[in-house]
């Protein structure tokens, strides 16, 4: 316990060293405090039962300036119950997911899942609890003061439930352990207070700090984790001693030690049928990929299997390729390793790893593993409050992946702006400041999530150019990294960058559902040689426009209009084309006007927003053509 204690004391005073310091001149200097956590977790594996015991250690700063007298814990398993809250709202939801739908009432004793808390004391001295259902509320045996530490020592029992949402066993391609929010895991306090949602099928928050996991498994297993491997000479697989597990001296168990630092959560997987390769990247860190070994394993096809192996086999290299590109383009990975693991629902992310199921095409395998990974950026190390935040979780990610993805194979689309238009014309859009787990349906979280999510990067692209973008995007990583920024963090870094105030965007497309419609109404010459143009803005949200004007000569030029409340202009992003910056356009103006000093009759094709980077939902009248 002491060396414990002491650890932790020594890993606060590196803190600065391990990136928590803040930049000079920062926005994020006036983040103040964040809490801190290191487990210490020991479980013993029944692969028959498909359940586990063990204990934990939770050493928790408190750095706030407030005195704690209860906590909370996350079970996240006890939502695979029949009547669970996770259960209800999927089959009272009006578009439940297709993977949970009403799958968790029917589940059998031996099926569901559970984590329990038998027993957990405080600085040594019991503590009162009481499970409401995913979550564990603590009275604890003492008050927290600001600037205290608390020693959390707890018991636990758990049972592995049915795959259904991102964690469990057996999945549909035969993984046998997908273990994701499997361990009780302490609720995020902020400058907000707690919070201690219930689990029902959505996103995570939680504090930085560390994890030691010591895993007891039966030694057939090969076990996969978001964490290095303190111990790969005692285990094989494939680590660092290559040969049959089986014929190890250890007993009918292996013990597994995983270490990770600077990350907010902890996932890990174990099949039999794991192959485990690798690839070290010369500037970034050593990838790691588990998947199925024997063709026939794979629970697909016949005509199918080979190919699916093959595609495994490739992944490693478009990994390491799309690493070095987001390495350069978002920011660098300050982790020592990443491991791409089968198993799981569909995809999901855990900063250091991800759980994908494999039986894709292998643009569609190159696709989940990038859009995961990227996750370590968006929600890793930049760790968001995901309830509120999830549009810059999903939607920061989903802009990313569509920007590599198109890098990789001809043609991919930029996915996101078509969801949003969907999303705008269903009738069914609410706010993005809408909490993730009070949307009336899942379609409008999800198309919110990511695609209204992605769509905010690439009009604040077109709004600041493309150059100011990208450096706010490497400043935005390097300022908030292993910190919890919120909405309007974000926005300040694209402030700074650009000189220009920014609110009024965040508060249009962020807060409130309007959208945007500018039309061309008319071209006419005012007199010999000098046309007007009358544009009008039939929608209701304004933005900055670039009106492109092309000449049946074949010259272009550019017509860029600033909004008045942006109180500056981007800079020109293509040099080779005339532009002219008009007078500002206050928003409450329905129609404005502008001047070329060329002929209506030289007039080849008026565009607003060439670039498609405008969320117009009616790009139909953004184009006038000559007759």
């Not at 530490?149 to 057996?170: K, L, N």
């Not at 705008?424 to 400041?433: D, F, I, V």
Request: proline share 5%; aromatic share 14%; glycine share 8%.
């Amino acid at each position: 316990m002491k060396n414990s204690i002491n650890s932790l004391l020594v890993s606060f005073l590196l803190l600065p060293i391990l990136g928590f310091s803040f930049a000079s001149e920062s926005w994020a200097q006036n983040y103040s405090w964040q809490q801190e956590v290191e487990y210490v977790m020991d479980i013993d594996v029944n692969v028959e039962a498909h359940q586990y015991t063990g204990t934990q250690q939770l050493i928790y700063r408190n750095n706030s300036p407030d005195t704690l007298h209860r906590v909370y814990y996350h079970l996240y398993f006890n939502a695979f119950q029949p009547g669970s809250m996770m259960d209800v709202r999927s089959r009272t939801i009006a578009d439940a997911d297709r993977r949970v739908q009403d799958r968790i009432s029917t589940l059998k004793e031996d099926e569901i899942g559970y984590l329990h808390a038998t027993s957990l004391t405080q600085n040594g001295k019991p503590t009162s609890f009481s499970e409401e259902g995913t979550v564990l509320v603590v009275d604890l045996a003492e008050p927290i003061l600001p600037g205290g530490t608390a020693v959390f020592e707890m018991e636990m029992e758990a049972q592995v439930p049915i795959q259904i949402r991102r964690s469990g066993r057996d999945n549909a391609e035969g993984i046998e352990f997908s273990m994701a929010q499997w361990y009780p895991k302490m609720a995020a306090y902020d400058e907000d207070g707690w919070h201690p949602n219930p689990y029902i099928g959505r996103e995570f928050y939680a504090p930085f700090g560390s994890f030691d996991v010591t895993i007891h498994m039966d030694k057939r297993y090969v076990v996969a984790a978001g964490a290095v491997l303190q111990n790969p000479q005692e285990v094989g697989h494939g680590y660092e001693r290559p040969g049959d597990p089986l014929s190890l001296p250890q007993g009918d168990k292996l013990t597994w030690k995983f270490r990770s630092e600077n990350i907010h959560d902890f996932m890990w997987a174990a099949d039999p049928d794991y192959r485990h390769t690798t690839l070290q990247m010369e500037n970034g860190p050593l990838l790691r990929f588990f998947y199925q070994a024997d063709p026939v394993a794979v629970n697909a096809p016949a005509d199918r299997q080979a190919d699916l192996v093959k595609n495994w086999e490739s992944l490693p290299e478009y990994t390491a390729r799309t690493f070095e590109y987001a390495n350069n383009k978002f920011g660098v990975y300050p982790y020592p390793e990443y491991s791409v693991i089968q198993g799981g629902d569909g995809g999901m992310e855990y900063i250091m790893g991800t759980l994908i199921t494999g039986n894709r095409s292998l643009q569609g395998l190159v696709g989940v593993t990038i859009h995961e990974f990227m996750h370590s950026w968006y929600m890793g190390v930049l760790g968001m409050n995901e309830s509120y935040y999830y549009w810059m979780d999903e939607g920061f990610t989903s802009y990313a992946t569509d920007e590599m993805m198109s890098t990789l194979f001809e043609g991919s689309p930029l996915s996101g702006y078509g969801g949003y238009y969907r999303l705008a014309q269903s009738g069914l859009e609410e706010p993005m400041s809408t909490h993730a787990d009070h949307f009336i349906t899942n379609a409008a979280y999800g198309l919110g999530a990511y695609s209204k999510g992605a769509v905010f990067l690439g009009q604040m692209k077109y709004i600041v150019g493309e150059p100011v973008f990208d450096q706010a995007m490497l400043r935005l990583f390097e300022e908030w990294k292993f910190r919890h920024p919120k909405g309007k963090d974000v926005l300040r870094v694209f402030e700074r960058e650009s000189d220009m105030i920014l609110d009024w965007y965040y508060e249009y497309f962020v807060q409130t559902t309007k959208s945007i419609d500018y039309a061309i109404e008319s071209v006419e010459s005012i007199q010999e040689g000098q046309s007007v143009i009358t544009i009008t803005n039939e929608g209701t949200m304004p933005m900055p426009l670039d009106v492109l004007i092309t000449f049946k000569d074949g010259s272009v030029e550019e017509h860029y209009i600033p909004l008045q409340i942006m109180r500056g202009e981007k800079p020109a992003e293509n040099q080779d084309i005339l532009r002219t910056i008009q007078e500002d356009w206050p928003w409450v103006e329905p129609t404005y006007r502008f001047y070329t000093d060329r002929a209506v009759s030289e007039i080849a094709e008026i565009v607003i927003d060439a670039s498609g980077r405008l969320a117009d939902i009616n790009r139909s009248n953004n184009r006038w053509t000559a007759e």
